[in-house]
C-alpha cells in the first residue's frame, strides 16, 4: 500500500509523531509524542523553545522521506 509523504508529512505538523505512526513505524511515533511532551516542559525553563521546534522539524522531514522510502521499496 502506497503511503502519502505529503499526508505524513501535514500529520507530524500538526502532532509530532503521529507521520511516523501512518508510517507503520509506532514505536518511533510513541517515542517523538513523548520526547515533545518532554519539551513542553522544558519551555518552562526556556531550552524547549530551541529543543521543540528542531523535534518537530525533524518530525515532518521524517515522516516525509519515510513514507518516500515506503514507496519506492513497494515499487520494486
Same mark, same amino acid.
Do not use: C
Given at each position: 500500500?502506497?503511503? *502519502?509523504?505529503?499526508?505524513?508529512?501535514?500529520? *507530524? +505538523? +500538526?502532532? $509530532?509523531?503521529?507521520?511516523?505512526? #501512518?508510517?507503520?513505524? =509506532?514505536?518511533?511515533? &510513541?517515542?517523538?509524542?513523548?520526547?515533545?511532551?518532554?519539551? *513542553?516542559? &522544558?519551555?518552562?525553563?526556556?531550552?524547549? +523553545?530551541? $529543543? #521543540?521546534?528542531?523535534?518537530? =522539524?525533524?518530525?515532518? #522531514?521524517?515522516?516525509?522521506? $519515510?513514507?518516500?522510502?515506503?514507496?519506492?521499496?513497494?515499487?520494486?
Amino acid at each position: 500500500m502506497m503511503k *502519502s509523504p505529503g499526508l505524513a508529512a501535514v500529520l *507530524s +505538523f +500538526f502532532w $509530532t509523531g503521529v507521520g511516523q505512526i #501512518y508510517n507503520g513505524q =509506532i514505536l518511533k511515533g &510513541l517515542i517523538l509524542i513523548v520526547v515533545q511532551v518532554i519539551n *513542553s516542559l &522544558l519551555m518552562l525553563v526556556l531550552i524547549g +523553545f530551541i $529543543t #521543540y521546534p528542531i523535534v518537530w =522539524i525533524w518530525g515532518m #522531514y521524517d515522516a516525509y522521506k $519515510t513514507a518516500e522510502r515506503h514507496n519506492i521499496r513497494q515499487a520494486y
